[in-house]
Structures are given as C-alpha cells and as structure tokens.
C-alpha cells in the first residue's frame, strides 16, 4: 500500500534559525496537504499543493511538492517560540482515495 | 477544529472493559475518520465512513467498532480485545471540493487503562 514518509522526526533549533522537513511518498501523489499539532492538541490543516513543481508561501512558511509529484518540503524561515509543534504531511494517491499521513516531524525552537 | 467535538477529554478504562468514544459533527460533513495517536507517534487510521451507515476498516481496526447511524455521529467503541488501548483519539471529518480535501479535527480524547 501507499507509504508516506517523513524526516526527520525531531528537529531541534535555536529561535531564528530556519527549518525544514521532508515528506516522500512510494507513490505519485494527486495532491499533499500539510497539518501542524501544537503540542497537547490537534492537528490544524494548513495547506494543500496540487500541480507539479508548486510552490506557495504562508508568511515565513515555505511548501513545495516535487515535480514527479512523490515528495514535498515544508520550510520554515527564522522560526519562533510559535513554530513549536509536530508537522504532518498527507498524501493522496488518487482523487478520492484516502488520506495517508507520514508520521510527523517534531519540531522544538529553544529560545 | 470548530465544528467537530469529542467527549470526553479524559477517559480512564479498567481492563477488560468496553469504552464508547464520542465524536459529533456539525459541519454537515459526508466523510468522517478516527485515528490513534501514541506518545510521540504519527496518526494511525483506526476506521473510516464515507457516507452514513457505510464504514471501512483502516490500518488497524482489530479491537475497535464504530457505527454510522447519523450523518453527524461516528462513535468508536474500544473493546476488550484492543491489547494497548492507552492513546489520543483522534476523530476527523471531511468535505471534497474538486480536487480538495481537507480534514478537520475533533480536540481529542485521550483514553487511559488502568
């Protein structure tokens, strides 16, 4: 089955420093959507990517999903005590089909 | 996220009992999830329904049951048979538009055994 995978699972940073995290998948991808988890509570979608090579900006948040449209980066510029959380990446094989999630990238910001 | 409500917050289990988790949505949502989390874990899709009183298993459905009687209610019910059931329960619902599906999250349960 589809496998969705992510790194690494935990990254630890000094405020201000950037961040990036990894998600591969052993299948191409109709599209890949990101969520964060603040710690203690629930995964808070943030974005979907679609096309191939695409790239959208959320403030200093940077997504970007691969031309072969299997892999996929979240990049955070300067972090903040507020990026504090686990990311997920998600991933759908086909239009309709399910939602498989990787397993998260822990991120801590030491201030 | 705003919508979508657990209860309860905590639940303490003893041992060889049955547990029902509750999970509402107002969001008139067709698709609703449950997943697993442990302690440092990603999400583990326990069961899923697309539509009401149809529901598939996930990953790893042995030792839990739901239903989907209601287009707004998906209760999971932790049996006996679950060997580890101490997680965070997570339910979810969803809406596709095109090519979009996005899922929102319920706060979560988190379940303990004692």
């Known amino acids: 089955g589809q496998q969705v995978m992510q790194i690494p699972q935990y990254q630890h940073v000094q405020e201000g420093e950037d961040f990036t995290t990894y998600c591969n998948s052993s299948t191409t991808l109709s599209n890949i959507q990101w969520y964060k988890q603040r710690p203690g509570g629930h995964p808070v979608f943030l974005i979907q990517?679609?096309?191939?090579?695409e790239v959208k900006k959320q403030k200093r948040l940077t997504f970007q999903f691969g031309e072969a449209k299997k892999n996929s980066s979240l990049h955070i510029t300067a972090t903040q005590t507020t990026d504090v959380g686990t990311y997920f990446c998600?991933?759908?094989?086909?239009?309709?089909?399910?939602?498989?999630f990787g397993e998260g990238t822990q991120l801590t910001v030491n201030p | 996220d705003g919508g979508i409500t657990q209860s309860p917050k905590y639940l303490f289990r003893k041992e060889g009992q049955n547990v029902t988790l509750s999970c509402e949505q107002n969001?008139?949502?067709?698709?609703m999830y449950w997943y697993r989390q442990d302690p440092g874990q990603g999400l583990r899709l326990i069961y899923y329904?697309?539509?009401?009183?149809?529901?598939q298993k996930g990953d790893i459905a042995e030792g839990y049951s739901v239903s989907r009687e209601k287009k707004e209610s998906f209760p999971l019910t932790v049996t006996s048979a679950q060997k580890n059931p101490t997680a965070f329960y997570l339910c979810?619902?969803?809406?596709?538009?095109?090519?979009?599906?996005?899922?929102?999250f319920g706060p979560g349960t988190r379940l303990l055994v004692l």
């Open positions: 329904s697309q539509i009401v009183n149809d529901f």
């Open positions: 979810a619902s969803s809406i596709r538009r095109g090519p979009q599906e996005t899922q929102y």
């Open positions: 990517l679609v096309k191939s090579g």
């Open positions: 998600a991933g759908e094989a086909t239009s309709g089909s399910r939602l498989t």
């Open positions: 969001l008139n949502h067709d698709a």
